[in-house]
T-cell receptor
Framework: AQRVTQPEKLLSVFKGAPVELKCNYS??????LFWYVQYSRQRLQLLLR??SRESIKGFTADLNKGETSFHLKKPFAQEEDSAMYYC????????????FGQGTELSVKP | DTEVTQTPKHLVMGMTNKKSLKCEQH?????MYWYKQKAKKPPELMFV???????INESVPSRFSPECPNSSLLNLHLHALQPEDSALYLC??????????????FGPGTRLTVL
């Protein structure tokens, strides 16, 4: 079965603290994974894709096929990072559809 | 233009009304998607269009009828909706739907309320 699991509904940290948002997936093929972010009253936007191994806004995510995980990390959280974060798995042979995890709401306190 | 636009922003309709949602992109993308998002929930795929042809229908009730008049436009026609259909309807587009990492660009959504 194709599934994305984000175990934490809400993650609350203080500014400057490290952050890790967990994502695990279940997929028999070669995964294409993304992190999307939805700031308050803004559209869903792509944050990271696994293939590019880039760092955006200080966030990184590494695909671990052995643990079927794609956790999102940032060493020092900022208040402006407060948002809803979705991990998504792309199924290319089903129209390229995205299967989203349930989302983790990150709250960064001053 | 690197955005997906959606109109209207908000829509309130009765159960007997007929209305349409519109989505537009001018990025030359050949795949377009409709998602439904309930409050505090992730988006759920409804339809996929690839090269202006419907390629995926995720068992969506027939009261939702998608249309792709050309490569830049995607419509969602609504008829005889139920109150439980109230949600944020998101449109997205990507370069293609095939193999390879094709990121999806999302529009701001239409917030639909069915009375």
């Amino acid at each position: 079965a194709q599934r994305v699991t984000q175990p934490e509904k809400l993650l609350s940290v203080f500014k400057g603290a490290p952050v890790e948002l967990k994502c695990n997936y279940s997929y028999s093929g070669s995964p294409e994974l993304f992190w999307y972010v939805q700031y308050s009253r803004q559209r869903l936007q792509l944050l990271l894709r696994h293939i590019s191994r880039e760092s955006i806004k200080g966030f990184t995510a590494d695909l671990n096929k052995g643990e079927t995980s794609f956790h999102l990390k940032k060493p020092f959280a900022q208040e402006e990072d407060s948002a809803m974060y979705y991990c998504a798995l792309r199924i290319y042979n089903q129209g390229g559809k995205l299967i989203f995890g349930q989302g983790t709401e990150l709250s960064v306190k001053p | 233009d690197t955005e997906v636009t959606q109109t209207p922003k908000h829509l309130v309709m009765g159960m007997t009304n007929k209305k349409s949602l519109k989505c537009e992109q001018h990025m030359g993308h050949r795949a377009m998607y409709w998602y439904k998002q309930k409050a505090k929930k992730p988006p759920e795929l409804m339809f996929v269009y690839s090269y202006e042809k419907l390629s995926i229908n995720e068992s969506v009730p027939s009261r939702f009828s998608p249309e792709c008049p050309n490569s830049s436009l995607l419509n969602l026609h609504l008829h005889a909706l139920q109150p439980e259909d109230s949600a944020l309807y998101l449109c997205a587009s990507s370069q293609d739907r095939g193999v390879g990492v094709n990121e999806q660009f999302f529009g701001p959504g239409t917030r639909l309320t069915v009375l």
